[in-house]
């Protein structure tokens, strides 16, 4: 329960999903489909434990996505003892505002400052997610199987519930 509500505290999500099936023919499923989702990351906030301490209150800004996809996707059954399914899916993930960007130079000095408004594009990733699986029956109770897919990840969760500090006030 606490890591979850944890996970709730960081991030909200918002999706949208239709799928859709037609059978082509008795040996032919063709599945295709769309997925929208709309995300807001609040990365975390650094709070003093007292009024007197030597730390001042950091809030993180809010990071804001949204990503989207279509895919089509057939399922077929080459014979009694062979099955396919094959199929791509093409993704989308955009970063958008408000934020503020910087660039930094080689002795970590900001050099540059960007501020996008909301709703803002800031940088856009793309790219297709080919997939096959195949299946071969050897009997009843035995069968061999194979896949390959290729995905695109752009988010990666990080989550520290620990930190240390490594000095003393005297």
């Not at 002795?107 to 594009?121: E, G, L, M």
Request: charge should be positive; charged fraction near 20%; proline fraction near 4%.
């Amino acid at each position: 329960k606490v890591g979850r509500d944890l996970f709730e505290k960081f991030y909200r999500g918002y999706t949208v999903k239709q799928d859709f099936t037609r059978f082509l023919n008795p040996r032919n499923e063709f599945y295709f489909g769309y997925q929208g989702s709309y995300q807001i990351f609040a990365p975390g906030t650094f709070e003093p434990l007292e009024n007197a301490s030597v730390f001042i209150p950091v809030v993180l800004d809010k990071i804001y996505g949204l990503e989207n996809a279509l895919y089509l996707s057939n399922r077929q059954k080459i014979s009694e003892l062979l099955s396919l399914e094959y199929g791509i899916r093409y993704s989308i993930y955009t970063n958008l505002g408000p934020a503020t960007i910087y660039d930094y130079d080689s002795a970590y000095q900001v050099t540059d400052t960007t501020i996008y408004s909301r709703s803002q594009h800031i940088i856009t990733y793309h790219g297709p997610e080919p997939r096959l699986s195949a299946r071969y029956l050897l009997n009843e109770f035995s069968s061999i199987k194979m896949s390959y897919n290729h995905m695109r990840q752009y988010l990666h969760l990080i989550l520290n519930s620990s930190s240390t500090l490594t000095f003393c006030l005297r």
